[in-house]
């Protein structure tokens, strides 16, 4: 990104990045490798994460803004995004989000793309890392609430992460199975992974190793026990106050993981148990928290979702784009 001394050395120019040339620059392990780098440069404190923006807007929807810097690189940045359940009505999606790139030694925008899908990989591999520190080894049964499309990723990092997934449960909002999530599962997986569609929430979180929940709920899920001893648990819904997808005494009886401990007790799963100690994925990363799996314990790794993962993907696009002649540069005088 450049990093002008004077505001004569800056270009005129500001790059714009459509989702397909997004699409074509996002690779799923060099995003997992910049979000492990993210989480570490939190909790080292070398990246920055600005007080997060998160409001209803109209009947249903939710807007939100999260922004933050990384002094060291020389990126400061946003991303504008939130939910409009109402767009899928007209065959388009709910999570919408765009991220802007400013140059951090003048303020001017440098860089401007569409953030829907850095949003969508950038959490499924923030779940991947989770599972990959905090799950079993042996996990072989998988439960996961919801089909949609931060459902549909986190079972492939899932699955990407723990070859011994031999089975996968699922189960939706209105108890009904869902034909085109089989179909692309049975096309991608069917080789390796059974799927079965289920509408006994307890009855599929007892028999799973592994729970994954991506969706918008406000109210739990299913019930604290049917939560199993060695369970791990991925929440990934709760990014907003009144959300909720874990229920009553899950949290105290879990060793609590969280990507930011200050989001979670306000817009995760950490509301509902403001008492529960968490610790910060990054400091175990680092090694400054030990972690060492027992075979009975219960973990749970709460994702409210931090502004450098969402940067840190957005700088590697932005390079990525320059290299290979993609986006659209456009004059933008100061």
Not at 76 to 94: I, M, S, V
Not at 226 to 247: C, M, S
Not at 289 to 318: C, H, K, N, P, W
Request: proline share 4%.
């Amino acid at each position: 990104m450049p990093s002008a001394t004077a505001p004569s050395d800056v270009s005129d120019t500001l790059l714009l990045i459509p989702a397909p040339d997004v699409l074509a620059l996002l690779d799923r392990d060099a995003t997992m490798a910049a979000v492990r780098q993210a989480f570490v440069q939190h909790s080292a404190g070398t990246g920055r994460v600005f007080p997060m923006i998160r409001e209803s807007v109209g009947s249903n929807a939710v807007f939100g803004i999260k922004a933050g810097d990384i002094a060291p690189d020389n990126v400061l940045g946003f991303k504008a995004a939130g939910f409009w359940p109402g767009n899928t009505a007209h065959g388009k999606g709910a999570h919408q989000a765009t991220i802007m790139l400013f140059d951090p030694a003048t303020g001017r925008p440098v860089c401007l793309l569409d953030g829907n899908h850095v949003t969508t990989l950038r959490t499924g591999a923030a779940g991947a890392i989770g599972i990959d520190l905090f799950a079993r080894k042996d996990v072989r049964s998988l439960c996961l609430f919801g089909t949609g499309v931060q459902a549909r990723i986190h079972l492939e990092y899932a699955l990407q992460v723990r070859s011994s997934l031999v089975s996968v449960t699922y189960l939706t909002v209105d108890g009904a199975s869902d034909p085109g999530f089989e179909s692309d599962f049975t096309a991608r997986h069917g080789d390796r992974c059974a799927l079965k569609h289920a509408t006994d929430a307890d009855q599929a979180v007892a028999a799973a190793d592994l729970v994954i929940t991506a969706t918008p709920s406000r109210k739990p899920l299913f019930g604290n026990e049917a939560v199993q001893a060695g369970t791990h648990v991925n929440a990934v819904g709760a990014d907003t106050i009144g959300k909720r997808e874990l229920p009553e005494g899950l949290l105290q009886r879990a060793r609590l993981f969280v990507d930011d401990g200050r989001q979670s007790a306000n817009v995760g799963e950490g509301q509902w148990a403001k008492e529960c100690p968490a610790t910060e994925i990054g400091t175990v990363i680092l090694g400054e928290q030990s972690y060492v799996r027992e075979a009975g314990a219960i973990t749970v790794f709460d994702m409210t979702g931090l502004a450098l993962q969402d940067l840190v993907v957005a700088q590697m696009i932005f390079d990525g784009a320059r290299k290979a002649g993609r986006g659209m540069a456009i004059t933008w005088p100061w």
